[in-house]
């Protein structure tokens, strides 16, 4: 295990869409030690997610996890979840605007709005196939890692008028819109469907 090195907003390598992961890695010594160094550094970053392109490997791996989370203090919990491979489906019309941060953009927050309810097909780091549904705020924790598979940051989705640095949104931005779900008893949950 170790905490790796978090690349930041300009780095070429997070700008490239990473490559599918094999059958065959699967289940892997090499799969498994990028996973657990996933999670030791966005433990160690108090991240509520993390994609392998942000530590510099180019495969298409990422984790979330929502638990005590200072950076976020206003989310309910979502537990460790590792997507590999995954294919997000939309469901519905529904939308959740959130100010999201990143690890790689360190400082600042800005809103973004995301379809509230997706579909998640994908495997775990052993290639048990994973049929997951992920709603609220936590399909978009979900729908943040996987764009950054594709090369995509949240700077390039938010609204630029609503970039904040910390201090600034923790100041100026109320809470009761730093989460705007737009079904009336929308529920966060990422679980098996
Ligand atoms: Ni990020």
């Known amino acids: 295990m170790s905490v790796r090195d978090i690349l930041r907003l300009g780095a070429p390598s997070l700008r490239v869409p990473a490559a599918e992961v094999q059958r065959e890695e699967l289940g892997t010594p090499?799969?498994?030690?990028l996973v657990a160094d996933l999670v030791d550094t966005m433990v160690a970053a108090d991240g509520a997610g993390l994609a392998a392109p942000q530590i510099g490997d180019p495969r298409r791996v990422c984790i979330v996890e929502l638990r005590d989370n200072?950076?976020?203090p206003n989310l309910p919990p979502i537990p460790r979840t590792v997507l590999v491979n995954p294919k997000l489906t939309v469901v519905g019309d529904g939308w959740v605007e959130m100010f999201e941060g990143c690890l790689s953009v360190p400082g600042l927050r800005?809103?973004?709005r995301r379809p509230r309810r997706v579909q998640v097909r994908a495997f775990d780091e052993h290639g048990t196939p994973l049929h997951l549904v992920a709603e609220g705020a936590a399909a978009a924790v979900v729908q943040h890692e996987v764009d950054h598979l594709d090369g995509v940051l949240?700077?390039?989705r938010?609204?630029?008028r609503t970039l904040s640095f910390l201090n600034e949104y923790e100041q100026y931005v109320p809470a009761g819109v730093r989460i705007v779900d737009n079904a009336a008893q929308g529920r966060c949950r990422l679980e098996p469907c």
Do not use: M, N
């Open 110 to 112: 800005g809103k973004v």
């Open 30 to 33: 090499e799969l498994l030690q």
């Open 154 to 156: 949240f700077v390039d």
């Open 70 to 72: 200072p950076r976020y």
């Open 158 to 160: 938010c609204d630029p």
